[in-house]
């Protein structure tokens, strides 16, 4: 028999294969079990419909069990065994514990040889899932990533053809109701508008002067049905991603336009307001952003070129210049609209590092052609502004800057300190004048420590110490520009002081930077493209460094853009439109022949808390730092070097200080260790392998912490289903239950989480813990599991030959639809149709092994019932008797819970008594002593009652009148509880409603009919009457429920939910009530 692929099954197929037991039943009382045609899934049904088939809400009251929302067509396609043709089982199994006749005689059929159990025990085998349940794939055929939406729901929970909603669009069917007025009231609310609109025309008088075509009052005029609107926050028909970049779609640029277009805006309070106020105000901040600006260019705008080599000595002016250019650009960028902030925009201090490796890198490919390298080194420069930007831009334009949030966060800690260390590096050859690179040599060390190079450093590095210090008592802004300003005059007053020292002297002696030369204008970088002079394969070879900056660029906008909005106490920050306003600015940059620049976040919340919080003042630093550029660079003849390497030192120890030392006790020690490991790597040896080693450890990092949460949840030895199923059912499942075992998985499971998940299986299957605690049924519970990896998947084939071995079943209940494709992806049912089972929920999965043990021990009950006509002893052992007696743990378990049988044939004598007297003696046989004669006499106080399938017996928090005694049928019970929303199913010879009925609180649970119902049922009148006609009888009739319901209590406690603090047990409930 080929076992059915839960996959291939279409939706409302109808399978005809049932278990013997199926068989029989349906079949002795003339109805077929099938499920109702009304009630098979379709490909598209009515909510009530996906309710009971879709997504059955069983869970056990351990696993904490809820209804799951409704599903939407939108969801992908899931699989899901029929959970009514399961519990239909569970009632007919319950309709054999009370029913006198043997199951053989009846038409059960377990004596089939292929029916016997695999492990050649005494027990036979039923028909698995594939026979009993047939798998019902219900699919909603959608195309993803689509703006269509099908909604195959109505109002009226009818069907709706499919082809009807391919062909819609724009928002969902539930937010088309919500969003306009109702077909019926869709001609009064039109009629209104338009009589509105008539009114409006009407107050219109015409001229001359008005045109013959009227224009539309379009305000006024209400949408039609199924339309969007702008005002409607709930449409979600989609737009082009981004939006337009233009002056027109820009609301400060229109604000602007349509000032300077309006002369009635042109008055002199305005013009007072605009002109000179507004400029008076924000001139402070300018001048603190510019004062910035300059100290920012002299600190790393003059090492953007490697000053060591003799190539490069002569670019400290142009590498200025280029720093001005590009914070010209960024700043008119973001000060013109298309950033939400005022903010201050500068060169990226990070690209330094890198392009002292393009340079090298072209040093060593080109050689010693001046031209050639210089121009090859500055077009790579603008071309990696170029890419930068052309990032920026699409992630923002394509809605896609929440991905940057996905790079970790300790590998730009990383690469911060790879460039603390490399400004530290770096200020040591600029104060030191080192000629070429600084290379790690004992040379080099020689000369650091020689005199007076070691003042020369050592100087600056002890101003930048102190200044450190001075900033932990003095928070204010302008503290380090007055203090470097200070150091300034300090120096000219010193060298006004002594006549021996001289501008020039000081030059020759390293201690100021070389003037330019006369004739240099601002603009001569410019000078320096020579694209007849670039080698284009050396540009190339650098593809890979443009790309590293790249990446390490984007990761400021995420980090820097919401800190400002905090800062500043702004909400909803759109990131992307950040993103495109940095993907123009790079740009823009690059292609007028500078390099990146981005958003700093320390100048520019010292620029806005300083009055600099208009697009007036930032387009006033823009034409000041303009002012700047023009004035040439013959400023840095004049600048001591040691200020320059003061700077550099404290952004480099900052730097350092924010990776190394702030993050110290705060990360992962691995995680502390990538940080350490990359910035070390980058500032001493490279900083694109800094980065390549960054990513390979946070990557290792993620599978070693990842890996340390167990993928096991939990674990459960005897799970049990929530069925309230009949006493001896109850004991039986109660000695074998431990053969049912359960794992809860959750998270995402990969290579790093499975190996536990395996490691625990083989502990369960090691030969000393399976024949102390043999097991059956291994249930894997993947409801909490969001997704699965291949090697994960493999490695449930692994399990399931592991399991096959000890003939256990491997159950598999609730995976999603992601997990479902990576199992059918590795054939996880492909092969032997019994080894692995698939259920919708894991109640469903618990219910079936639980069903599988019950049916297994009615069929061996009848096997014996059948050859054991007399008590002779038969002279020779059969095969059957030979594989009971075998040393099978299971079997053995099997074989003592067989022995209630003695117990269980006390029912046949019953059987001839009047009901409800076989249904009270069955249920309360084990909790008291008390023969029939003693309960004979209240049999009269019942009443039988009759429900339909869907009749509802009582609602939750309804008043208790009245308790049950299920003869036939199946019931639900629902419980919405604050934890969750449970329910369980309650069998044929049991109790229902008791515990609310005889403590007198509000029914806790809404019970529902699932199949035509017999109960036998007392209420408040019947009750009281017994009481006062038979005291003895009710006091005993009392403490038998009394044992019932502190067992159900009991039950909750350990399973379900959490008894609140302070409730009553069942002996409080019944101490205030009189027994007489």
Not at 913 to 921: A, E, R, V, W
Request: proline share 6%; hydrophobic share 40%; charged share 20%.
């Amino acid at each position: 028999m080929s076992r059915p692929d839960p996959y291939s099954v279409d939706a409302g197929q109808e399978t005809r294969s049932h278990s013997p037991l199926s068989r029989s039943i349906g079949h002795t009382r003339g109805r077929a079990l099938n499920v109702p045609s009304e009630n098979r899934p379709q490909s598209y049904t009515s909510p009530h419909r996906i309710k009971d088939y879709e997504r059955p809400s069983v869970r056990s009251y351990f696993h904490g069990s809820w209804y799951p929302h409704q599903p939407s067509p939108d969801q992908q396609t899931w699989t899901a065994y029929g959970s009514e043709r399961i519990r239909a089982q569970t009632a007919e199994l319950a309709s054999l514990a009370i029913s006198t006749t043997p199951s053989h005689e009846i038409g059960a059929d377990y004596r089939e040889g292929n029916n016997t159990l695999r492990s050649g025990g005494g027990f036979p085998s039923i028909d698995r899932v594939s026979s009993t349940d047939s798998p019902i794939l219900v699919k909603s055929h959608l195309p993803r990533a689509s703006n269509t939406r099908q909604e195959p729901f109505v109002e009226d929970g009818g069907l709706c053809p499919p082809e009807d909603y391919s062909r819609s669009s724009g928002p969902s069917h539930l937010t088309r109701l919500l969003r306009n007025p109702p077909p019926a009231e869709t001609p009064v609310s039109s009629m209104n508008g338009m009589e509105r609109n008539n009114d409006l025309r009407q107050d219109e008088i015409a001229t001359e002067r008005d045109s013959l075509l009227q224009t539309k009052i379009l305000d006024h005029i209400p949408p039609s049905y199924n339309s969007s609107s702008p005002n409607e926050v709930e449409a979600q028909t989609s737009s082009a991603a981004g939006g337009k970049i233009g002056s027109l779609r820009n609301p400060n640029i229109c604000s602007l336009a349509i000032k300077l277009s309006s002369a009635k805006h042109w008055n002199r309070r305005v013009i007072w307001t605009n002109a000179v106020v507004a400029p008076i105000s924000a001139f402070p901040a300018v001048a603190l952003a510019l004062l910035l600006n300059l100290l920012d260019g002299l600190s790393y705008g003059i090492i953007l070129f490697p000053l060591g080599e003799a190539i490069f000595s002569d670019l400290a002016p142009d590498g200025l210049s280029i720093f001005f250019v590009s914070t010209i650009v960024s700043q008119l960028v973001y000060s013109c609209g298309l950033s939400r902030f005022n903010a201050v925009g500068s060169e990226m201090i990070e690209v330094v590092p890198f392009f002292h490796k393009m340079a090298f890198t072209i040093l060593s490919q080109v050689g010693q052609d001046k031209r050639a390298v210089i121009s090859t080194t500055i077009f790579c420069m603008a071309l990696s502004s170029v890419l930068t930007g052309v990032v920026f831009f699409l992630l923002g334009y394509l809605k896609l800057g929440s991905l940057i949030g996905f790079v970790p966060r300790h590998i730009l800690v990383g690469c911060i300190g790879g460039v603390g260390a490399f400004l530290v590096l770096t200020g040591i050859e600029t104060a030191a004048r080192l000629e070429g690179s600084l290379e790690y040599t004992f040379d080099t060390l020689k000369v650091l420590f020689s005199l007076p190079t070691f003042f020369m450093w050592m100087l600056p590095l002890a101003i930048s110490v102190f200044l450190l210090v001075l900033l932990q008592f003095l928070k204010h802004p302008f503290t380090v520009p007055a203090f470097f300003l200070s150091i300034l005059a300090s120096f000219y007053l010193l060298i006004a002081a002594i006549p021996a020292l001289t501008i020039e002297g000081l030059r020759d002696g390293g201690w100021v930077f070389n003037a330019p030369k006369s004739n240099v204008p601002f603009w001569h970088f410019y000078t320096l493209y020579d694209f007849r002079a670039i080698h284009w394969e050396v540009v190339l070879e650098n593809i890979p460094t443009m790309m590293a900056l790249t990446f390490f660029g984007i990761l400021h906008v995420p980090i820097n853009v919401p800190s400002l909005g905090m800062t500043l106490g702004l909400e909803n920050v759109d990131v992307d439109r950040e993103l495109i306003a940095h993907g123009v600015s790079n740009c823009l940059s690059g292609l007028v022949g500078s390099i990146q620049n981005y958003l700093v976040y320390a100048n520019s919340v010292l620029f806005i808390r300083s009055g600099g919080d208009s697009r007036l003042a930032g387009i006033m630093l823009a034409l000041a730092t303009t002012a700047i550029w023009m004035a040439g660079p013959g400023i840095i003849g004049y600048i001591p070097v040691f200020v320059v390497a003061s700077l550099i030192f404290l952004l480099g120890i900052e730097l350092l200080r924010e990776s190394l030392y702030d993050t110290w006790r705060k990360l992962h020690k691995f995680e502390y260790l990538t940080v350490f490991i990359t910035a070390v790597t980058m500032g001493l040896y490279d900083f694109v392998v800094g980065i390549l080693v960054g990513i390979i450890l946070t990557s290792l990092a993620f599978v070693i912490q990842a890996s340390q949460k167990p993928a096991i949840r939990a674990a459960y030895s005897g799970a049990r289903s929530t069925v309230r199923r009949h006493p001896f059912q109850q004991r039986f499942l109660n000695q074998v239950g431990p053969q049912i075992y359960l794992y809860k998985l959750g998270g995402f499971i990969f290579f790093g989480t499975i190996s536990s998940v395996e490691n625990s299986i083989l502990d369960l299957l090691d030969e000393r813990n399976f024949n102390e605690r043999p097991i059956r049924f291994l249930v894997l519970d993947l409801t909490g599991v969001n997704g699965i990896d291949f090697s994960a998947a493999e490695a449930f084939m692994r399990i399931r030959r592991m399991l096959e071995k000890r003939d256990i079943f491997l159950v598999l209940t609730g995976p999603n639809g992601d997990v479902n494709a990576a199992l059918e992806g590795v054939g996880i049912w492909d092969g032997d149709e019994d080894g692995v089972k698939l259920f919708s929920d894991l109640n469903d999965g618990l219910q079936w092994s639980e069903n599988f043990l019950l049916e297994a021990y009615y069929a061996s009950k009848d096997q014996v019932s059948s050859r054991t006509t007399h008590l002779e002893v038969p002279s020779r052992p059969r095969a059957e008797v030979e594989n009971v007696m075998n040393n099978s743990p299971r079997i053995s378990q099997l074989r003592a819970a067989a022995k209630m049988r003695e117990r269980e044939e006390s029912v046949s004598k019953w059987s001839s008594f009047k009901q409800p007297l076989p249904l009270i003696l069955q249920t309360f046989q084990e909790r008291t002593a008390e023969n029939e004669d003693f309960w004979f006499r209240i049999i009269d106080f019942f009443e039988r009652k009759e429900f339909l399938k869907g009749a509802v017996l009582f609602s939750q928090g309804e008043a208790a009148s009245e308790f049950y005694l299920i003869q036939e049928g199946l019931l639900k019970a629902s419980y919405n509880h604050q934890t969750g929303r449970y329910y369980e199913s309650i069998t044929a010879g049991t109790t229902c409603g008791e515990l609310p009925f005889f403590s007198e609180t509000p029914r806790t649970a809404t019970v529902v009919a699932e199949r035509d119902c017999v109960t036998w049922a007392m209420n408040r009148e019947q009750w009281a009457q017994l009481q006062e006609q038979y005291p003895d009888k009710s006091r005993k009739h009392m403490e038998a429920w009394k044992d019932e319901m502190n067992r159900a209590i009991r039950a909750w406690a350990m399973w379900g939910p959490p008894i609140r603090a302070g409730e009553p047990s069942a002996d409080q409930k019944f101490s205030g009530l009189s027994s007489d």
